[in-house]
């Protein structure tokens, strides 16, 4: 079972050279995103990593959100019938991350679970035009969604596991008191913050984020982490870049991934 549903997640990893700089193969997990069977394929089998590898030890899932969006989106806001739902993304919550009809993860109350009537369906679905009605299975199939691919799995995993998820953010995008560290990526450098009460000392935390390159945002996330004295058990991603050697970069913190790429 393990090994279909990590073909199935495989399938959906498309390849993108020279992008965004010339030299740099860029794996695209967006069509995972779009599929709901292999997005859900996923976050179980990260899921079950963690269950078997951490039991009941863990305290909250840490979902990493390093890049801002590439151009500037219409503000959305959700009509009166569907709010309650994600005070910042309700939108692409919507059936993209579960594909579950009239259900939508809350990622402004991580762990929550929104049921929705079909008045708010139908007032979701009013607010995309784009978006085709009702399908056979999931309802509404496939949302826009705004750059952030560590919050696509943190808050999903997060809510397999009956946890809550922190956020880590670009920095200059958290309110209030924050922390913040800059690293280097495999093509630029960025900067990581974390609210200073998002955690209490001694609280066990997994790290999550879509991709493992050089290692160099979640080395960052993990020092953030320390700085909070939060106990970081591992740090886990859907793909690896192993030629860049990431998980060096994390030792002696444990990493685990799915899918391995030169």
């Known amino acids: 079972m393990a090994d279909s549903e ?31 069977a ?25 979902g990493e959100c390093p890049v801002a969006a590439s151009r500037a989106l219409p503000p959305l806001r959700a009509p009166r019938a569907a709010r309650g739902l994600c005070a910042s993304a309700w939108g692409r919550a919507f059936g993209v991350l579960q594909g579950a009809p009239g259900r939508a993860p809350c990622l402004g109350r991580p762990g929550r679970v929104v049921r929705l009537s079909p008045r708010g369906r139908r007032a979701v679905q009013a607010s995309f035009p784009q978006v085709p009605g009702p399908q056979p299975r999931t309802g509404v199939t496939e949302l826009p969604g705004l750059d952030s691919r560590g919050f ?5 995993l997060a809510q397999e596991l009956g946890l809550g998820c922190v956020l880590i953010r670009k920095r200059g995008k ?6 913040w560290a800059s690293y280097s ?23 999550v984020d879509d991709l493992l390159a050089t290692g160099g945002t979640m080395n960052a996330a993990c020092e953030l ?21 990431g998980r060096e970069k994390l030792a002696p913190v444990p990493f685990f991934s799915l899918l391995q790429y030169e």
Do not use: W
């Not at 498309?14 to 069509?31: A, C, K, L, Q």
């Not at 394929?41 to 030890?57: D, F, M, P, S």
């Open 6 to 36: 990590l073909q199935l997640v495989e399938q959906r990893i498309r390849s993108f050279p020279d992008f965004p700089t010339p030299g740099v193969v860029f794996r695209d997990i967006s069509p995972v995103l779009k599929d709901p």
């Open 38 to 62: 292999s997005f859900r394929a996923a976050i179980g089998l990260l899921a079950r990593h963690l269950k078997a590898t951490h039991g009941g030890r863990i305290d909250y899932i840490a």
């Open 152 to 156: 696509l799995f943190g808050p999903s």
């Open 174 to 179: 958290l309110p209030g008191p924050t922390l």
């Open 185 to 207: 990526l495999e093509y630029g450098k960025a900067e990581l913050e974390i609210q200073k009460d998002a955690l209490e000392p001694g609280q066990r935390v997994v790290v």
């Open 225 to 245: 982490l320390g700085r909070l004295q939060a106990e970081v058990l591992e740090c886990v991603s859907l793909v690896e870049l192993t030629s860049l050697k």
